[in-house]
Nanobody, 126 residues
Framework: QVQLVESGGEYVQTGGSLRLSCAAS????????MGWFRQAPGKEREFVAA????????YYSERVMGRFTISRDSAVNTLYLQMNSLKPEDTANYYC???????????????????WGQGTLVTVSE
């Protein structure tokens, strides 16, 4: 069982940067593939970025590639999402998610993830 708590969302101007954090409970954090998803008002949840359990590969949606960076620090059981060059269309609730340990399938699908945080709101001004 994994519990996830996101933080770092706030109001920011276009072109600004934010770093989201996701604190995970449990002693086996390093064995979980992790991801970030987002959901804007009135829209479906969409994939943002994911990291394999061993950190060997990172995946990004085309909409954020080159602007966002996902990373993890297993020493403090925390997942990060560095977001640069933010745009108004990045406005959404951002959710951290964990797949089952050592999962090796596609990480761009929300149904690959078993554990979800409550979300943190990012608002980017026009």
């Amino acid at each position: 069982q994994v519990q996830l708590v996101e933080s770092g969302g706030e109001y920011v101007q276009t072109g600004g940067s934010l770093r989201l954090s996701c604190a995970a409970s449990g002693r086996t954090f390093s064995s979980y593939p992790m991801g970030w998803f987002r959901q804007a008002p009135g829209k479906e949840r969409e994939f943002v970025a994911a990291l394999t359990w061993n950190g060997g590969a990172a995946y990004y949606s085309e909409r954020v590639m080159g602007r966002f960076t996902i990373s993890r620090d297993s020493a403090v059981n925390t997942l990060y999402l560095q977001m640069n060059s933010l745009k108004p269309e990045d406005t959404a609730n951002y959710y951290c998610a964990a797949a089952r340990p050592f999962y090796g399938g596609s990480l761009s699908r929300s149904d690959a993830f078993e554990y979800w945080g409550q979300g943190t709101l990012v608002t980017v001004s026009e």
